[in-house]
């Protein structure tokens, strides 16, 4: 289990101070440096707004998960919650990863391929690039100490380590992601209860919040996203500290 310990804290208090100097100083500096650097200066000035968007949508992103409850399955009252358990068949038919072929309760599959990527100065770098992407969509069973509910998975969106990988060649490459009958499971999405046959069900909001299934508690998930946060405003400092070094360089020097 997660402990949100002192570190934690500190860090969401870190990345929220960062992300108001970055946003009220740093910005107004850099769009100003931006435009006197003429267009090298407009395309850093575009690229450090990007990092900024990216680390705010990743800090909100932690802020919301963070407010979500998590409650045990069988005394959560309907709405949007977190549970989590151990993961089980919904019924006797059979699933099975498509690159392995071994039984499974949900599956995530994508097929990548290197490709060359041209950089400034003419300079190319080969990186991985997904072209094709697919996943089940059938529903698994979620089970506590108190209880059970039935997992829509359809419009999540899936935390869980890469489970294997196939390259074909040099340039393609298969990946897969699974969950299997006894894995820990976190759910954060919309609870629902059906009166006619007393089943609760997880699905996708429908008023657009998150819909995460992970193999961590979502207080995890939103620490990972606090860092992924931190990783972004640590980019956009350091293009704005290089922005502004160019720009006193310029006017020492005509």
Same mark, same amino acid.
């Given at each position: ?17 960062? *992300? ?9 500096? *850099? ?13 850093? %000035?575009? %690229? ?22 998590? %409650? ?8 949007? &919650? ?14 099975? #990863? ?7 309760? !949900? ?20 990186? !991985? ?21 039935v997992v829509m998975p359809e419009g999540a969106e899936f935390n869980l380590p ?8 040099? #340039?393609?490459?298969?990946?897969? !992601?699974?969950?299997?009958?006894? #894995? ?45 946060? *931190? ?6 400092? &350091? *293009?704005?500290?290089? %922005? ?11």
């Open positions: 289990m997660y402990n949100d310990n002192r570190s934690s804290t500190a860090t969401r208090i870190g990345a929220s101070l960062l *992300l108001a100097v970055a946003s009220c100083i740093l910005l107004p500096l *850099l769009m100003v440096a931006g435009l006197y650097l003429g267009k090298v200066g407009f395309t850093a %000035l575009v %690229l450090g707004i990007g990092f900024l968007l990216a680390a705010t949508a990743k800090r909100l992103r932690a802020v919301a998960m963070r407010a979500v409850p998590s %409650l045990h399955i069988s005394t959560a009252s309907p709405g949007y &919650v977190e549970v989590s358990g151990h993961a089980a068949p919904a019924d006797e038919k059979s699933l099975r #990863d498509p690159l392995t072929n071994e039984p499974c309760l !949900w599956f995530g599959v994508e097929t990548a391929k290197r490709e060359y990527v041209r950089q400034r100065y003419g300079l190319r770098h080969r990186v !991985w690039l997904p072209i094709k992407k697919g996943s089940s969509s059938r529903p698994f069973v979620l089970r506590d100490t108190t209880g059970t509910c890469l489970a294997h990988s196939v390259r074909q060649g040099e #340039d393609l490459e298969y990946r897969a !992601w699974r969950i299997r009958p006894g #894995d820990f499971v976190s759910v954060v999405g919309q609870l629902v209860s059906d009166p006619s046959s007393s089943k609760r069900y997880m699905r996708k909001p429908k008023d657009g919040h998150a819909f995460v299934i992970s193999n961590q508690v979502h207080r995890r998930v939103a620490h990972t996203k606090t860092m992924e946060s *931190l990783y972004f405003l640590g980019a956009f400092f &350091v *293009l704005a500290l290089i %922005l502004l070094a160019a720009v006193v360089y310029r006017m020492m020097h005509g």
